[in-house]
């Protein structure tokens, strides 16, 4: 499977922006989907997941409320949805592929259950 993430940028704090991840060569619609970040000297943390069937989603308590993910099974795309960005938010963000069989639910936040990555896409929040 191959992913890549896009739609990163420079946007000024309070501002929004829309993250889109791209997956080819898998059965995209049985994989669950995820976006991790990742800022200079520090580890790859969560942000959110969404399950295969796209009914489900989960999000760090540091984006809840302010984040969305959603999925399109026909076009193979994960988006992430970005609301009220604060400095914070800066950072390396990956898109992450979860193929069967499905996770559970205590372990959807660590790496080591993603076996596809992307590329990433930076995110800048300026204040």
């Known amino acids: 499977v191959q992913l890549q993430a896009f739609g990163g940028g420079l946007v000024q704090v309070g501002g929004s922006l829309r993250l889109s991840c791209a997956a080819s060569?898998?059965?995209?619609?049985?994989?669950?989907m995820a976006w991790f970040r990742q800022s200079p000297g520090k580890e790859r943390d969560f942000v959110a997941a969404i399950r295969s069937g796209g009914g489900t989603t989960h999000f760090s308590d540091s984006v809840k409320g302010r984040f969305t993910i959603s999925r399109d099974n026909a076009k193979n795309m994960v988006y992430l949805q970005m609301n009220s960005l604060k400095p914070e938010d800066t950072g390396v963000y990956y898109c992450a592929a979860d193929p069967p069989p499905r996770t559970i639910l205590s372990a959807i936040t660590y790496t080591r259950m993603y076996d596809f990555w992307g590329q990433g896409t930076q995110v800048t929040v300026s204040s």
């Open positions: 060569g898998g059965d995209f619609r049985n994989y669950g």
